[in-house]
């Protein structure tokens, strides 16, 4: 876990940890610059399709994890993000500073000084902005920020300014996405969206080839649902010991195939979906990401997301008829659980977020890297308790 999120975890200090994201901030763009500079100075024009010799300088301790040929893919990879939430500038700044090609900031007409707290590339962006910091919205405070981090790649910002002045997740902003947007793109994020949204947006980012992943932060718990496409072909590296006396472990690479479920199906799963496959069935399935699957049932009947004490009722009294349901001894999921989950829609803890953002940023990045066993498909986490847990939502075994 992140040092900072252990420190900061229990004052909950938001001022304090904003200012540590913004010192790290500070010592990313200063050693990207050094590295830069450093690497300019003797650097060769490198053939096409091959890194510079300034980027194997910056980016030489990811290829000795993965490899050039991951990192120069990362180096054609382009993001599209939307819903710019602290949990979003937790993973663009991951995804940044890795060295992906482009990224494109979905415009939701937020001003940057209105900027939710954990949103720390927005407001190093307001604190650095030389002109009317009263026109400055986050995508512009963020997209400058990122442009700092890393020289090597893109950052664009696109689409109109609907809602001014209200939060980032409305659906007014999401709804501007379309086939039009995400043509050519590799990788979506969506931060905060609905239900329908993620639903529809997932539809089109499988229909135009790119994987999406599709994250919230609801006061002290979070997760993300990932889809990868139908056949998401990745390489694994074992190590195998061999038993000849003497002999050193030897590291094999494997390549794997897996498949992934659309958002829809997967949104659509029951509780007892998550026991498929799951060594120790439903005794070691997370309760939290049942809950999330009771707040999405809550918000396709409703209309919206559950957001006040009388909603949190409602879903705690429908547990017992859920567990019957499901086929599951009563009081198998806890109340707590659910109001935790739920939490407080329109806030996020910074603390959580850096987690979860974390976990998302390292998927997203595999996603193009194709290096490692990826998340099937969902994560979920919680401060109580501080766990994160991988959780299988209606993905064909492998």
Same mark, same amino acid.
């Given at each position: 876990?992140?040092?900072?999120?252990?420190?900061?975890?229990?004052?909950?200090?938001?001022?304090?940890?904003?200012?540590?994201?913004?010192?790290? $901030?500070?010592?990313?763009?200063?050693?990207?610059?050094?590295?830069?500079?450093?690497?300019?100075? *003797?650097? +060769?024009?490198?053939?096409?399709?091959?890194?510079?010799?300034?980027?194997?300088?910056?980016?030489?301790?990811?290829?000795?994890?993965?490899?050039?040929?991951?990192?120069?893919?990362?180096?054609?990879?382009?993001?599209?993000?939307?819903?710019?939430?602290?949990?979003?500038?937790?993973?663009?700044?991951?995804?940044?500073?890795?060295?992906?090609?482009?990224?494109?900031?979905?415009?939701? !007409?937020?001003?940057?000084?209105?900027?939710?707290?954990?949103?720390?590339?927005?407001?190093?962006?307001?604190?650095?902005?030389?002109?009317?910091?009263?026109?400055?919205?986050?995508?512009?405070?963020?997209?400058? %920020?990122?442009?700092?981090?890393?020289?090597?790649?893109?950052?664009?910002?696109? !689409?109109?300014?609907?809602? #001014?002045?209200? !939060?980032?997740?409305?659906?007014?902003?999401?709804?501007?996405?379309?086939?039009?947007?995400?043509?050519?793109?590799?990788?979506?994020?969506?931060?905060?969206? +609905?239900?329908?949204?993620?639903?529809?947006?997932?539809?089109?980012?499988?229909?135009?080839?790119?994987?999406?992943?599709? *994250?919230?932060?609801?006061?002290?718990?979070?997760?993300?649902?990932?889809?990868? !496409?139908?056949?998401?072909?990745?390489?694994?590296?074992?190590?195998?010991?061999?038993?000849?006396?003497?002999?050193?472990?030897?590291?094999?690479? %494997? %390549?794997?195939?897996?498949?992934?479920?659309? $958002?829809?199906?997967?949104?659509?799963?029951?509780?007892?979906?998550?026991?498929?496959?799951?060594?120790? *069935?439903?005794?070691?399935?997370?309760?939290?990401?049942?809950? +999330?699957?009771?707040?999405?049932?809550?918000?396709?009947?409703?209309?919206?997301?559950?957001?006040?004490?009388?909603?949190?009722?409602?879903?705690?009294?429908? #547990?017992?008829?859920?567990?019957?349901?499901?086929? $599951?001894?009563?009081?198998?999921?806890?109340?707590?659980?659910?109001?935790?989950?739920?939490?407080?829609?329109?806030?996020?803890?910074?603390?959580?977020?850096?987690?979860?953002?974390?976990?998302?940023?390292?998927?997203?990045?595999?996603?193009?890297?194709?290096?490692?066993?990826?998340?099937?498909?969902?994560?979920?986490?919680?401060?109580?308790? *501080?766990?994160? +847990?991988?959780?299988?939502?209606?993905?064909?075994?492998?």
């Amino acid at each position: 876990m992140n040092p900072e999120v252990v420190q900061y975890f229990p004052t909950r200090n938001l001022e304090m940890y904003i200012v540590v994201k913004l010192r790290s $901030l500070q010592t990313a763009r200063a050693t990207c610059a050094l590295a830069f500079d450093f690497a300019m100075a *003797g650097a +060769s024009d490198a053939a096409d399709g091959e890194l510079t010799d300034e980027q194997r300088a910056v980016y030489d301790r990811q290829l000795r994890v993965w490899g050039v040929d991951a990192q120069r893919r990362l180096g054609h990879a382009k993001f599209f993000v939307a819903g710019l939430s602290g949990l979003c500038a937790e993973a663009c700044k991951n995804v940044v500073l890795a060295g992906i090609g482009s990224v494109t900031l979905l415009e939701d !007409g937020v001003l940057a000084q209105d900027a939710h707290p954990g949103n720390f590339l927005a407001h190093a962006g307001l604190a650095d902005h030389q002109g009317d910091v009263g026109a400055l919205t986050v995508a512009q405070a963020m997209g400058a %920020t990122l442009r700092e981090m890393n020289p090597f790649g893109e950052v664009h910002v696109v !689409g109109t300014r609907p809602v #001014i002045g209200q !939060g980032p997740s409305t659906d007014s902003s999401f709804a501007q996405i379309t086939e039009h947007e995400l043509t050519n793109m590799d990788v979506v994020l969506l931060c905060g969206a +609905s239900v329908l949204e993620r639903e529809r947006i997932g539809d089109i980012s499988r229909a135009v080839g790119a994987s999406i992943f599709a *994250g919230t932060v609801r006061g002290y718990a979070g997760d993300f649902v990932a889809d990868l !496409g139908v056949s998401f072909e990745h390489v694994v590296e074992t190590t195998v010991t061999s038993v000849t006396a003497g002999a050193l472990p030897e590291k094999v690479k %494997t %390549t794997k195939v897996c498949g992934f479920v659309p $958002l829809r199906a997967a949104l659509a799963s029951q509780w007892k979906d998550l026991a498929v496959g799951r060594e120790g *069935g439903m005794r070691r399935v997370s309760r939290l990401a049942a809950a +999330s699957l009771s707040a999405v049932d809550f918000e396709k009947k409703i209309g919206r997301f559950p957001s006040n004490e009388t909603d949190k009722k409602i879903l705690i009294a429908s #547990i017992a008829v859920t567990e019957r349901e499901n086929g $599951l001894n009563e009081g198998w999921m806890n109340p707590e659980t659910v109001a935790e989950y739920v939490g407080h829609p329109n806030e996020e803890a910074p603390a959580v977020a850096a987690v979860v953002g974390g976990v998302l940023a390292q998927e997203m990045l595999r996603a193009v890297t194709k290096v490692g066993e990826p998340c099937r498909n969902g994560f979920f986490f919680a401060m109580d308790g *501080g766990q994160g +847990s991988v959780e299988n939502l209606g993905c064909p075994e492998v």
